[in-house]
C-alpha cells in the first residue's frame, strides 16, 4: 500500500491512553471522546490493502453517495451510512472555518501552538486547520462530523483532488461490513500510527528536549 494511506490515517488507543498518569493528557483524549469522534478514531485497526487500492482506484461520486467497485462487486457509501457505522454526531457546525472568532481567542490562550507541531514561520493552511481540530475539542464545539469527515472522504476520492488519501482504518471497516465482498489479507495498523499511551510519552518527550 501507498505509504499515504498510513500517513493519512488515524487511530486511538482510547483505553491506553485514558489510563495514562499525565491528567492533562487524559483530559484532552477523555474531551476527543465527547467530540463524539471516538467511534472513528478508536474504531478496530485492521486494513485490508488490496480492497483499498482497489477502492480508490475505481472510486467516483454520483449524487453525493461514494460509488466503487471492491473485486469486481459494485460498493456504495452514503453519508448517512458512514455517520452510522461511526456514530458520529450530525449536528452542529459544518465546516471548521465556522468555527466562531470568540472560541478561536479562548483556545489561543489554553492551547500551546507547539503541541500541535509548528514551527516558525509555517503557519500555513495545515497547521490552521490542525489548530481549528484542537480549538473545537477543547472548547467543546459541537460540530457535524458526518459531514465534515465524509466530505473530507468525498475530495480523496475525487479525481485531480490534492486531498490525500486516507482513512485507511475507517474505510477497511466499512468494506468489511458489506456482505460476501471479497477482501483479501487484512493486516493490523502500524503500532508507532497509533495513540497509545507510549507513543504519547515519546511525542512530549521530544517536545521537552
Same mark, same amino acid.
Given at each position: 500500500?501507498?505509504?499515504? !494511506? ?7 488507543? !482510547? +483505553?491506553?491512553? =485514558? ?14 471522546? #465527547?467530540?463524539?469522534? #471516538?467511534? !472513528? ?10 480492497? =483499498? ?7 467516483? &461520486?454520483? +449524487? ?12 456504495? &457509501? ?27 481567542? +479562548?483556545? @489561543?490562550?489554553?492551547?500551546? =501552538? ?9 503557519? /500555513?493552511?495545515?497547521? &490552521?486547520? @490542525?489548530?481549528?481540530?484542537? $480549538? ?7 460540530? /457535524? ?8 472522504? @468525498? ?5 485531480? $483532488? @490534492?486531498?490525500?488519501?486516507? !482513512? #485507511? ?10 456482505? /460476501? ?26 517536545? +521537552?528536549?
Amino acid at each position: 500500500m501507498a505509504s499515504s !494511506f498510513y500517513n493519512n490515517s488515524q487511530h486511538v488507543d !482510547f +483505553d491506553s491512553v =485514558l489510563a495514562m498518569d499525565d491528567q492533562g493528557m487524559v483530559s484532552i483524549f477523555q474531551a476527543l471522546m #465527547a467530540s463524539g469522534l #471516538a467511534g !472513528f478514531l478508536g474504531c478496530p485497526a485492521v486494513i485490508y490493502e488490496t480492497a =483499498l487500492i482497489d477502492f480508490f482506484e475505481n472510486a467516483s &461520486i454520483r +449524487d453525493g453517495v461514494i460509488i466503487s467497485t471492491v473485486g469486481g462487486q459494485l460498493v456504495e &457509501i452514503s453519508e448517512e451510512w458512514f455517520a452510522e457505522s461511526f456514530e458520529l454526531p450530525a449536528d452542529g457546525l459544518g465546516d471548521l472555518s465556522e468555527i466562531p472568532k470568540d472560541v478561536i481567542f +479562548d483556545a @489561543k490562550s489554553i492551547v500551546s =501552538l507547539s503541541a500541535i507541531s509548528v514551527k516558525a514561520g509555517s503557519f /500555513n493552511s495545515i497547521t &490552521i486547520e @490542525k489548530f481549528s481540530l484542537v $480549538t473545537v475539542i477543547v472548547c467543546g464545539v459541537r460540530m /457535524n462530523w458526518a459531514k465534515i469527515l465524509f466530505n473530507t472522504l @468525498k475530495k480523496m476520492v475525487s479525481p485531480g $483532488t @490534492k486531498q490525500a488519501k486516507g !482513512f #485507511a482504518i475507517q474505510i477497511s471497516l466499512l468494506l468489511e461490513n458489506i456482505p /460476501n465482498l471479497e477482501l483479501g489479507e487484512s493486516s493490523a495498523f502500524p503500532a508507532y500510527k497509533i495513540l497509545s499511551d507510549k507513543t504519547v510519552h515519546r511525542i512530549v518527550s521530544l517536545y +521537552d528536549r
